[in-house]
């Protein structure tokens, strides 16, 4: 079946230490993206990326590091230096042109950091 | 720039129906979307209306668009225990690959 697979649904992280959230799609999608949820603050986009080896930051990049070398793949690194970690981070993607604008999400990630 | 705003709770009784508002200020907004999220899930699509449309039904669900006062709703008819969850209003400006911008939420509370 196609669709966007995020790993592992809870993840836990000492302060101090790096993590990497992943996420991957069979979709065949151009475009993907990473937005943070935290209670009533609705989401937030983190990074997107349009294509392969490309990407740009969102609204509260700082402390987030991405990459995207394969199309079906857009690895968020949570690092030390994001100052409250704690939160739902939720992956998604779209196909990049045409009538078909629905972005479709993995279930999430739900980071706490120890 | 791009901002959405909708309030943060709603409850209804089953078999009433809900509606869920939702205000955007990107004028350049081409398609607007509604999402759901049930609890400790990722989220779905509901339905997206193109901004040249006023009005769009899909079963329970009918969306109204006023362009000129830039306000966005969702209609749920015949609510069901099933519909709680947080329904997301996000709008999308120009192409199909940029990101889509969300307003908070809206907590639906359906009542038995």
């Known amino acids: 079946d196609g669709g966007i697979t995020q790993s592992p649904k809870y993840l836990f992280r000492k302060e101090g230490q790096n993590v990497t959230l992943s996420c991957e799609q069979n979709l065949n999608h151009d475009a993907m993206y990473w937005y943070r949820q935290d209670p009533g603050q609705g989401l937030r986009l983190i990074y997107y990326?349009?294509?392969?080896?490309?990407?740009q930051k969102g609204d509260i990049a700082e402390g987030y590091s991405v990459s995207r070398e394969k199309k079906e793949s857009f690895p968020l690194t949570v690092t030390s230096a994001q100052k409250n970690p704690t939160a739902f981070y939720l992956c998604a993607s779209s196909i990049g042109t045409g009538d078909d604008t629905e972005a479709f999400f993995g279930q999430g990630t739900r980071l706490t950091v120890v | 720039g791009e901002d959405v705003e909708q309030s943060l709770f709603l409850s209804v009784r089953e078999g009433d129906s809900s509606v869920i508002n939702c205000t955007y200020t990107?004028?350049?907004?081409?398609?607007l979307y509604w999402y759901k999220q049930e609890p400790g899930a990722g989220l779905q699509l509901l339905t997206y209306?193109?901004?040249?449309?006023d009005m769009k039904q899909d079963q329970r669900l009918t969306v109204l668009l006023n362009k000129k006062d830039k306000h966005l709703s969702l209609r749920i008819a015949d609510t069901q225990t099933g519909d709680s969850a947080i329904y997301f209003c996000?709008?999308?400006?120009?192409?199909?690959?940029?990101?889509?911008?969300f307003g908070k939420g809206t907590r639906l509370s359906v009542i038995a």
């Open positions: 990107d004028s350049s907004s081409t398609y």
């Open positions: 209306i193109f901004s040249n449309m």
């Open positions: 990326s349009q294509i392969v080896n490309d990407f």
């Open positions: 996000a709008e999308r400006w120009n192409s199909g690959n940029t990101p889509l911008v």
